[in-house]
């Protein structure tokens, strides 16, 4: 499987060795993120919200710009990990995260930790699952191919104005482990 790195726009560089998010295969995993994530300049000279609300939500916009980079949404995390400095904050950031998540919220890990800067009370890292062309091609395959090998593409007004050597090559390529899809 391929390994992408996603530096999504509006994001700053990452303070260390270490990338913004990186897919792999149809999974996105998205390294810590805090409410300076967007803040460019040296790392100790951001100017970071006073409050776990605005906190909270900075924090989920940055993981929802990596998760659009990568071509999904915030409904596709499936798992986050919140780091939280005070436990006393816990019920006012997850009403912050509850307007994230309305339906079918992620698996969610939440502990105490200090983190790398004295006033930033959370850092969360998340991992979605990218709904890539398979599952799309999985619905439309049995009208795409007819039995000898020749596509009807006219039978699929939904895909009418699609180029067909694009949708036939996400098909095989969905279908063949050794190809990977296009970014």
Known sequence: MDKRIIQPKGMAEAVGPFSRAVLIGDHLHIAGTTALSHVSGDYYDRSVPGTIEEQTRLTLDNIQKCVEAAGGNMGDIFKVVIMLKNPADYKRMNAIRAEYFPRDPPISTCFRAEVMR?????????????????????????????????????DLSPLSGVKRKSV?????????????LPP
């Open 168 to 180: 036939f090559g996400a098909v095989r390529a969905a279908f063949d482990p050794q190809r990977t």
């Open 118 to 154: 004295d006033d930033i009370l959370v850092e969360i890292e998340a991992v979605a699952f990218r709904r890539a062309v398979r599952e799309f091609t999985a619905v439309y395959m049995s009208p795409l191919l007819a039995p000898n090998g020749h596509d009807r593409m006219s």
